[in-house]
């Protein structure tokens, strides 16, 4: 049995951890699940979930982990990495599931390049998840199917362990550079984020001055704005650490939407962008 600490028990966290528990071979389970953690509350809730076999606040209870995960916002997987090499041998895997890989990745190469004795890194973006957020919204199935960058070596060993770890879990693992991650999910992910918070801060101005918008709120609207319940603390860090390709996207979308209302005038050529806006 292989021993996986998870740092920062929240959704994505918890979910893990539920997911590892659950596997078994000929009988046994095959991880045993660690869960660290700040809020002693949230670390108790994950162990009713049956999310951890044990819990602690105290980041060096992961010592004795084959296999730690950082799930926390990306602008604390440095730092937390840096806490973990003080006490990891060079065998324990060290992974995250963040949105930003290009930051993280390049900043922890250059400390492995200081210090050859820090532990290996394993850089992972599951692409799933849902809007709410914390340790009481985890569940068996937000992993099931979902595909998982790996930006590491797919041919080093410790990479393959934990492209295992995934399938296992039921992933499909994909193998990307970190720097190709980040422009992709800027337009994949990122922006759909930015579109659904601008939006539903514009609802909520002219809410303010027209009662009546909300009982004409219905299906579109619900779809545009759900993933405006997104938790702050992981969206502000994502969006600052990969500014620099959401706004040349920003600025393509804006020219987009200018265009489509430019339109307006000429119903041949709005019906030729429909066209080819629809999704079959």
């Known amino acids: 049995m292989k021993t996986v600490a998870v740092i920062g028990v929240g959704l994505m966290g918890g979910s893990l951890g539920i997911a590892l528990r659950h596997l078994f071979k000929n009988g046994s389970r095959q991880y045993d699940v660690i869960g660290i953690g700040r809020n002693i509350k949230n670390l108790k809730l994950a162990k009713d979930k049956n999310a951890v076999d044990c819990y602690s606040t105290d980041i060096a209870a992961a010592k004795c982990a084959d296999i730690i995960f950082i799930c926390s916002p990306v602008d604390t997987t440095v730092d937390i990495y840096k806490k973990i090499a003080t006490f990891a041998n060079k065998k324990t895997i060290v992974c995250d599931i963040g949105s930003i890989k290009y930051n993280v990745d390049t900043k922890i190469k250059q400390l492995q390049q200081k210090n050859k004795d820090y532990p290996a890194f394993i850089g992972c973006h599951p692409m799933c998840g849902i809007e709410q957020n914390g340790i009481e919204y985890a569940s068996l199935d937000i992993y099931n199917n979902a595909t998982v960058v790996i930006t590491a070596n797919p041919k080093d060993k410790n990479t393959k362990i934990i492209a295992k770890l995934w399938k296992d879990i039921g992933c499909k693992t994909f193998f990307m550079s970190a720097q190709e991650h980040d422009e ?16 539903y801060k514009m609802f909520r101005e002219k809410r303010g001055k027209n009662k009546n918008i909300e009982n004409l709120v219905a299906g579109s609207f619900k779809s545009l704005t759900r993933v405006a319940k997104s938790s702050p603390n992981m969206w502000i860090p994502i969006f600052l650490n990969n500014k620099d390709n959401l706004k040349i996207l920003s600025e393509e979308l804006c020219k987009q939407i200018k265009e489509f209302v430019g339109t307006f005038g000429n119903e041949e050529k709005l019906k030729e962008i429909l066209e080819k806006s629809i999704r079959q």
């Open 184 to 199: 992709t999910v800027a337009f994949t992910s990122h922006i759909p984020h930015i579109i659904a918070f601008s939006f």
